[in-house]
């Protein structure tokens, strides 16, 4: 019952609140980005939904105009040279991820879920199929992210979110949210272009 509809309307209620709340914060956000550097102020990548349906995700951008576009950022040669002076602030807060909260009252994301990857990372979407964690909405936060986030090798992250898909609640997501502010706050498990491991030690 929760999964199918209240999870939903949480989704609906909290998404809302937040919109309305935080407006102001995203106008500030906005005008600062295109007072630093040129382009756009929203950046929008091709990432992996529920059923492996493809989305477009937005984030305020955080790179320059010219940055490659659908590359993991841990892939880059040099990511720092491609991140503006108000991206570092913004990435380093996770307050780049904040445009998603519109995703979620629109219903492609949730805020609970695994995080979505994207369309090329193959082996990440290959291993949540072994959980069924590809069917279930993408996350503004997931389980792997309190866990780990960037310091988990991909089969960690999968295992992960294979672990939130067979225990969704309403209790789960509590304890991913609060779990999420402390982790955010002290930036347990963050590492700059994500950078993974790519197997288990």
């Known amino acids: 019952m929760y999964q199918k509809l209240?999870?939903?309307v949480l989704d609906i209620v909290l998404s809302g609140l937040a919109i309305l709340t935080l407006s102001p914060l995203f106008l500030a956000i906005m005008i600062w980005i295109r007072l630093d550097s040129e382009g756009p102020v929203f950046f929008r990548q091709t990432r992996v939904g529920i059923h492996k349906t493809e989305?477009?995700?937005?984030?305020?951008?955080?790179?320059?105009?010219?940055?490659?576009?659908?590359?993991?950022?841990?892939?880059?040669?040099?990511?720092?040279?491609?991140?503006?002076?108000s991206g570092r602030i913004l990435r380093k807060t996770s307050l780049d991820e904040l445009p998603q909260i519109l995703q979620i009252f629109t219903g492609k994301m949730s805020f609970v879920g695994p995080r979505p990857a994207l369309f090329n990372q193959r082996d990440l979407i290959a291993e949540r199929d072994k959980y069924g964690a590809n069917d279930v909405l993408p996350g503004l936060t997931g389980w792997a992210q309190v866990n780990g986030r960037d310091s988990l090798s991909i089969a960690e992250k999968a295992r992960y979110d294979g672990e939130y898909a067979a225990h969704i609640s309403f209790g789960m997501d509590m304890k991913c949210l609060w779990k999420t502010i402390s982790t955010v706050i002290t930036r347990e498990g963050y590492?700059?272009?994500?950078?993974?491991?790519?197997?288990?030690k």
């Not at 010219?66 to 991140?83: G, M, Q």
């Open 6 to 8: 209240w999870k939903r």
């Open 191 to 200: 590492r700059e272009g994500g950078r993974e491991r790519k197997k288990d």
């Open 55 to 85: 989305f477009e995700i937005l984030k305020f951008r955080t790179m320059k105009k010219d940055a490659p576009k659908n590359v993991p950022t841990h892939l880059f040669s040099d990511s720092n040279s491609w991140i503006t002076r």
